[in-house]
């Protein structure tokens, strides 16, 4: 590549401060990497490109040289290869905790963060640019190091001395930052509370499972490792004005008022059970990164019972603080955030789960449907709060 043609090729920039792209992509242990659920520590992007490269060999060996910083815990390192020889030949290995490749080989990813042109399609690593970003636990640019010729080694080093120099995540500006949820007490009151519980013991609970996106499809599917609960569908329709009545005085003026967001619809309308017995949990998540849950604004978990341990709710990318409402108390908030539910290891955590939207949100819905495998049915209501 000459260097006009190098002035003429356009590239995406991202700087201190910019949010990143979200993106799925392979790794050797994930053929459906979610990026947005890798929030809560510091990561590390290594666009590398080949590790035969010299410059792309010199920088996965700076890694290796502080192999002990990259723990999953505090920090975390991807390197981005479009080279497929990395993979068959072995060149490079995932290694668990805190160290990842992403097999970019169609150059969607390096695109994206301007590793690469934004066109022509092909890839052609002489119009590879080679870079560090780090990013905070909001997966938000806090640095970017670039490679200059030969200089992979230093710039190596550069990136992990920085790293060294940061706080711990959880303060990654100086002092914790809390996050942007609402905590509501007395939302239910305790017979109603009661009452949901009991239509659970009564109906039982089935096993529930998550949405993913599969190509143009929004799936249902279950990973016991990633979630495990078991959920009632209310269907009384007795029962289903009783908590929108308390939904719409207690909970939809707090959203309006703290986030500016007017609700005038809610999704299911359902118990689930989180249970010592089951292991129950939900790793790390959000709740609206499908077509088929791109309508949902905010989550809502009103918490029926107390007599439990864990099963608290916590959003990593605000540190490792979690929530645990009192019986009839809601945790609200935003599904875009990433968020988790602890195991539970004692006794059984009931909770209302429904997610709110609005009119305009409910047209996404009816539009989005087509793509929800199913015909857009989920296992839940579709009634107006």
Known sequence: MTAAQGNQLRYADFQAGDPVPWFVQRTSGNPNYAFN???????????????????????????????????????????VS???????????????????????????????FGALPRDPATIDPATF????????????????????????????????????SLPPPARFVGFEIPAPILVLPN??????????????????????????QVGDKTVLVEDPRHKRRKDCIVTDPEMIKTIQVRILRRVKPEILKVYNFNVTRMERYLVGCYAAEDNAHFRAHRDNTTRGTAHRRFAVSINLNDDFEGGEVSFPE???????????????????????????TVGRRYAFLPFLYDEAAARLREENARFVEGGGEYRASRAQA
């Not at 520590?41 to 590398?48: E, G, I, N, T």
């Not at 497929?84 to 994206?112: K, T, Y």
């Not at 009661?194 to 998550?210: D, M, N, Q, T, V």
């Open 187 to 212: 939302v239910f009151e305790p017979a109603l509370c009661k009452a949901l519980i009991e239509i659970y013991e009564k109906h039982g609970g089935e096993e529930s499972g998550f949405m993913r």
């Open 37 to 79: 659920s890798t929030g809560g520590r510091y990561v590390v992007l290594c666009f590398h490109g080949s590790a035969a490269h010299p410059e792309g060999h010199a920088a996965l060996r700076a890694i290796q040289a502080d192999r002990q910083l990259f723990d999953d815990e505090n920090v975390c390192f991807f390197g």
């Open 129 to 164: 640019r080679r870079f560090w970003l780090v990013l905070d636990p909001t997966l938000r640019v806090m640095a970017r190091f670039d490679v200059a010729n030969g200089a992979a080694a230093d710039v190596g080093s550069e990136v992990i001395a920085y790293l060294r």
């Open 82 to 112: 479009i080279d497929p020889e990395d993979e068959s030949l072995g060149r490079v290995r995932e290694a668990i905790p805190g160290i990842r490749f992403l097999w970019d080989f169609d150059g969607a990813v390096s695109r994206e």
């Open 318 to 344: 605000y540190g490792p603080r979690s929530y645990k409402a009192p019986p009839g108390g809601a945790v609200v908030f935003p599904c875009a955030l990433l968020h988790a539910v602890s195991m539970v």
